[in-house]
């Protein structure tokens, strides 16, 4: 499982499992002889979990959580799921507030993008 995950985000990442393991500080060897059923030590996985930006429970698979999301963001989403319809446009007038005072480019606002 954790092999398995450990790979495909590396192939998300678009780097070597290999070069990932040197960058951590495992070998290859130990990388290679996980198996299936085989959970590599703690410190091993919160190394992995920062360097993807997931968490460890993400690696064990006891989180479905998508990948291509940092922590900030998949915590916003969390948030926003927990708000009542009135709470969520809320929320989305207020981004749209904030998105015109801090944006990185002229993308659209939220709120002209769902109309």
Known sequence: MVKDTFEKLCAKKGVSPSSV?????IS???????????IPRNTTLKKMADYFDVS?????????????????????????????EKGKEYILQTMDMVKKEYKKSDTPTVMENIS
């Not at 393991?21 to 500080?25: L, V």
């Not at 460890?56 to 009542?84: A, H, I, M, T, W």
């Open 56 to 84: 460890v429970d993400y690696l064990l698979g006891k989180e479905e959580r998508n990948p291509e999301l940092s922590k900030q963001e998949q915590y916003l989403l969390d948030c926003f799921r927990e708000l009542n």
């Open 28 to 38: 290859s060897a130990a990388y290679s002889q996980w198996k299936a059923d085989t």
């Open 21 to 25: 393991c040197q960058y951590i500080g």
